[in-house]
């Protein structure tokens, strides 16, 4: 008995590190409200934890170490009525670079307009095509495109399928009471237009750029620096179609907030031409940081 026990217990225990794909942390930062009880905060976190790591997200299976890490951090800043609290949510997520210990900044975000109802013991539930929570729906919604994005970046729009359901929940969640899920809110820059973006056949070159920067980009640069910092380059070459259909836009944002800082230290190994070709493509797509990228063409 004790024998067969063991073996379904190690059975489950494989059955669950090969299902999980994500491995975030999350926390609860409440410093900006008063008279709110700690244990409370304590179980969102841990509730949400739960929630994105315990979940089954995809079909596929991933072993541990494989797992899609991130973190999320919530930042509280107003309890609008008992159960129900305002603030923002942090998403970062990276993607390890291969043949290598470095990992990649993948989405680096802040939605500023997250509003969510909880109460205490109160049990998280979701569905992809109807809206429930916008705890929930808020949380999947990114889940979905840390997916969509790292599965696009292995393979050339490797992550339609969970891009599509990251839109689900955007049109499960059209009625909610909250904002950030309609198309005619803050200026394109929603849960709603980084999804609709991001499938638009306008932003297929945003899409090529992912796969060709990732993977015929860093995952070379071990192994061929020079040939690497080209296809970098090439790859973000396809972002010009895409800044100048919509310039301000989400994605865009995105992407440049998690690499900018990468593209810097990338280039600057670069000769004296490649780093002047860098530098007037990236001021160009990305003119917000054109004084960083200045230090490209300074590095020695």
């Excluded at 969510?116 to 990114?142: H, P």
């Excluded at 973006?197 to 640069?221: I, P, S, T, V």
């Excluded at 989400?250 to 004296?272: D, H, P, Y």
């Amino acid at each position: 008995m004790l024998k067969h026990l063991f073996s379904l217990l190690l059975f489950l225990t494989y059955f669950v590190s090969q299902a999980q794909e994500v491995k975030f942390e999350v926390e609860i930062n409440s410093q900006r409200l008063s008279n709110v009880d700690p244990s409370l905060i304590e179980q969102l976190e841990q509730n949400v934890t739960e929630f994105v790591n315990s979940k089954v997200w995809t079909g596929d299976k991933f072993k541990e170490e494989e797992r899609i890490e991130g973190t999320i951090l919530i930042v509280l800043n107003e309890r609008v009525s008992q159960n129900v609290y305002s603030g923002d949510l942090q998403i970062i997520t990276v993607r390890p670079v291969y043949n290598s210990s470095y990992t990649t900044n993948m989405i680096s975000f802040k939605d500023p307009d997250f509003q969510f109802e909880f109460s205490q013991f109160a049990n998280l539930q979701f569905s992809e095509n109807q809206y429930i929570s916008n705890l929930t729906s808020v949380v999947a919604f990114y889940v979905y495109l840390t997916i969509a994005w790292d599965y696009d970046s292995f393979a050339s729009s490797g992550g339609t399928e969970y891009l599509r359901k990251a839109q689900n929940v955007v049109n499960a969640a059209q009625s909610s009471e909250f904002s950030g899920w309609t198309s005619d809110e803050k200026g394109e820059k929603n849960r709603f237009w980084i999804v609709e973006n991001h499938m638009n056949a306008r932003f297929e070159g945003f899409r090529k750029c992912l796969y060709q920067y990732h993977r015929k980009g860093l995952d070379q640069m071990e192994s061929n620096p020079t040939e690497a910092r080209k296809n970098i380059l090439a790859a973000l070459e396809e972002l010009k179609t895409v800044f100048q259909y919509r310039p301000n836009n989400i994605n865009l944002r995105i992407f440049f907030n998690a690499k900018n800082s990468e593209l810097v230290k990338i280039f600057s190994k670069a000769e004296r031409d490649e780093k002047q070709k860098a530098f007037s493509l990236l001021s160009s797509i990305d003119p917000a940081n054109t004084n960083k990228y200045r230090e490209i063409l300074s590095a020695q």
